[in-house]
C-alpha cells in the first residue's frame, strides 16, 4: 500500500480521505481540552484541512505528505485564509521532519497505509522522537471490525496497532468507531490515541 503513487490520486482529481472537513474524532479532543494548543504535526496532511483547522485553534502546525500535489493545494488553503502553517513535501519513515519537537502528532489513515509490521512499528518509533515529553499521538486507523468489503482503507487488527504501538509509546485509547458517523456506510476505523512513555515498556510477566 505504501509504495503506490499516492501523488496520482491528486492528480486524477479529490480522493475519497480527502473530504473537505476535519476530522470529528480530532474536533471533539480538540473541543474537549484533550489536547491542548502547541506545536503540532500531522502526517500525511493530504491537502491540508485537519492542520489548517488546528490553525485556527491556536496550533501551529506542520503537515508533512509524499504527494507534491496535496502538499501545493496545503499551502494555497493555508495562504487563503492567512494561516501560519508549514507544508513539506517529504517521507516521513526516512526524511527529516522540520519544526519538532510536537506536542501533539496527528495523522488519519497514513498509519495504517503500511503492510510490513516493521513499517508500522517504524511510524510509531518517528512519532516517539518527535514527540516532547507528554506529547500525543491520534491517529484514525482502518480496523478489522465491520462487513466484509473489496475497497476502502486497508484493515488493521489492535493486535496489529498495539504491536506497533507499545514499544515506543504508552496508550491511553483504543476504541472502535467509523471514519465518519454521518455516513451509514462508513468504514469501521480505530481511534488511537497515546503519549510518549516517560518509563520504558516492561517485558510481559512470564511465571515458572
Known sequence: MASRDWNEDYAQGHPPWDTGQPDEHLLELVRQGAIPPGRALEVGCGTGTNSAWLAEQGF???GVDVAPLAVEAARTRARGRGLECTFEVLDFLSAEVPGGP????FDRGCFHVFDAPEARARFAERIAALLRPGGVWLS???STEGAPRDVGPPRRSARDVLAAIEPALELLELRSTVFETTRGDAPAAW?????????PAQP???RD
Do not use: E
Not at 191 to 197: E, I, N, T
Open 102 to 105: 510536537f506536542d501533539f502528532a
Open 60 to 62: 501551529s502546525v506542520v
Open 140 to 142: 484514525l486507523i482502518g
Open 191 to 199: 481511534v488511537c490515541r497515546s503519549r510518549l512513555r516517560s518509563v
Open 204 to 206: 510481559s510477566t512470564v
